[in-house]
Structure formats: C-alpha cells, structure tokens
C-alpha cells in the first residue's frame, strides 16, 4: 500500500525546498498531498514566478502540469485541498496521514501548532499528527531566532515532532543553489525513512 504523506508550503523564503521535496515525493511513489497556505502562494509567486492561485480544481491541475514536467512522469498527480476546506479527509484523526512534513515553515505556523490552534486545514492536519502520535516534520527557514521561536520548537520537540532547520552543509562540496536545497531536502526525507540520492554522505575525514 502506497504511503500518504502531507506536504504543506508555508509562507517562509525557500519554497524551492517545498517544490523539490515534493518532486522526490512523487518520484519515490507516495501519495501526495499538497497543502499552500495564502502567503505560501504569495511567496510562491515571488520568488518562482508561479502563480497557482485560484479554484481547487485548477490550483490541482497546475500542480500536475508543473510535476509532470519537472520529473519527466505524466502520471505524477497530487491531490491538493485549499486552506479553508476542513472537510478534507486530512483533517481527521480517523483519516490521519502516514506522515506530514512542513516546508518551509514559518515561524507563525510553528508558534500555531505548538499552541494546537487548528484554523486552516493546514494547522488542523498538524494537529491530527500530533495528537495520533504521527511523524511531523517542520523545516523552520527563520534568522536569527528569537527565545520564543526557541520554546516553540523544544515545546514541539518534546512532543515528538522532528524539527529541521533549512542549513546546507557543505562537507559535500556544494557547486550549485540546486545542491544546498538538495541536502536540505535530503536530511527532510531521512526523517520520513525515504532513500534518495541528493547529497554525499560524510565518510569521515581523511587522517593523518
């Protein structure tokens, strides 16, 4: 049975770090769900050019134009449900998804899970995963950060939640933009348990 996997875009700089994981997502045959926040289609427009805004019907269609492209796959096909829709199957904890992974994710929607306010599906959906005890995953893309953005990620910590910032290394000698977001989307499907290929694993130094 495929795995269902939530991807939710928030508002934070770097959503070519959403767009690439959902790309592996799709590649490694999950069944994905792709959640965009208001300012997630702001910031999406901005720094991409992408302008996915509209009926569900065509924000889903768009989104299977542009993956079908990018991973050289026709079939690749996400599901996709606007923020408002509360009555989309993820929003159950009887329907729970196997996994749901946040990136980028802004701080304000970090801060809203920790504190359980469920107002758009997107919250909602984190807080199904935390209160059936389902692996989540928040790729924070915020600097400096403050003491309140520091309790929230122990808070959510504590609780179970896997937190990974959005910071390349660079142990694997990165050439290019593509091979930074790779690592971070890398170290994102490690938590999931999804092999992949993106960057060069540390072997150890050379000696002396």
Not at 67 to 96: I, K, M, Q, R, T
Not at 132 to 149: A, D, F, G, Y
Not at 182 to 201: M, Q, S
């Amino acid at each position: 049975m495929k795995r269902n996997i939530v991807l939710a875009i928030t508002g934070a700089s770097g959503v070519t770090y959403g767009l690439r994981l959902a790309e592996e997502l799709l590649g490694s045959g999950v069944r994905l769900t792709i959640l965009i926040s208001a300012a997630g289609f702001q910031v999406l427009r901005e720094e991409t050019g992408l302008d996915w805004r509209g009926e569900p019907s065509c924000v889903r269609q768009q989104m299977t134009d542009y993956f079908s492209a990018a991973c050289g796959c026709a079939s690749l096909s996400p599901v996709y449900f606007a923020e408002d829709d509360l009555l989309a199957p993820v929003a159950s904890g009887s329907n729970a998804p196997d996994a749901m992974v946040v990136c980028p994710c802004t701080m304000g929607t970090l801060s809203r899970i920790a504190c359980g306010n469920s107002a758009t599906l997107l919250e909602r959906c984190a807080d199904v995963m935390v209160k059936e005890r389902r692996p989540l995953v928040l790729v924070p893309r915020e600097t400096p950060l403050s003491e309140i953005h520091l309790e929230n990620m122990l808070k959510l910590a504590r609780l179970g939640v896997r937190i990974v910032p959005a910071m390349p290394a660079f142990y694997q000698k990165p050439e290019t933009v593509g091979d930074m977001v790779n690592f971070v989307v890398g170290k994102a499907l490690d938590t999931l348990g999804i092999e992949h290929r993106l960057y060069r694993r540390w072997e150890g130094g050379s000696g002396s």
